[in-house]
């Protein structure tokens, strides 16, 4: 897929982000945005699930969960956690590595009125993680929900769901290359605004 590396690489990593994102975009309709979150619990044990990114900015990688989640938990005991996108159309990889931290209100109601009404319900209806009896106890607190909404546009925000943001203090990008000469480019972060930029060996 060419090359990459420090001479064509953007000095910001958000920037190089959104570059390579907008690319696969262009030619990858089925979820480009999924990306894999890693967490650990203080006791070290990993856990790994697939999310969707929602907004990236300077700020960091958005996306949402249920707040009594597995991975929510865990990332109220320990924020560190890692994002791994991959896209295989393009042979590139990129992973990234930092803390998360909540959104604000505003911004989980601003996005969970995009929701469709069916997924509004649904984030009502599951408590996510936790043990059920049956598939048939979920229906039925679907169906209730739906009847109580019934007609009603404006669905809630639930107390207990909304927006993670992760900030990241390394970004790491590969481009896959013959013969496993892959391009692999990170950044660290050096205080606020500033990256360090090196070269790894595949």
Not at 68 to 84: F, G, I, M, V, W
Not at 119 to 148: F, I, M, N, T, Y
Not at 194 to 201: H, K, M, P, T
């Amino acid at each position: 897929m060419g090359a990459f590396d420090e001479q064509n690489c953007e000095t910001n990593p958000i920037v190089q982000f959104e570059k390579w994102f907008k690319e696969v975009q262009a030619i990858d309709n089925k979820e480009p945005n999924a990306m894999t979150l890693a967490t650990s619990t203080v006791d070290g044990r990993p856990s790994a699930r697939i999310v969707l990114l929602k907004e990236v900015s300077d700020a960091g990688f958005v996306f949402y969960t249920n707040y009594t989640s597995r991975k929510a938990q865990d990332l109220e005991t320990n924020p560190q956690c890692a994002l791994t996108f991959y896209w295989s159309a393009l042979e590139r990889q990129v992973r990234v590595e930092g803390q998360a931290r909540h959104v604000t209100q505003a911004e989980s109601e601003a996005y969970f009125r995009t929701r469709p009404k069916g997924s509004q319900l649904g984030a009502w209806a599951s408590h996510q993680s936790k043990v059920v009896a049956s598939r048939d106890v979920l229906d039925a607190k679907l169906s209730d929900l739906e009847s109580k909404y019934a007609g009603q546009e404006d669905i809630p925000l639930p107390e207990f769901w909304g927006g993670y943001r992760v900030v990241p203090d390394r970004v790491e990008f590969w481009q896959g290359r013959p013969n496993r000469m892959h391009d692999r480019i990170r950044y660290r972060r050096k205080g606020e605004t500033e990256w360090v930029i090196d070269r790894l060996s595949p």
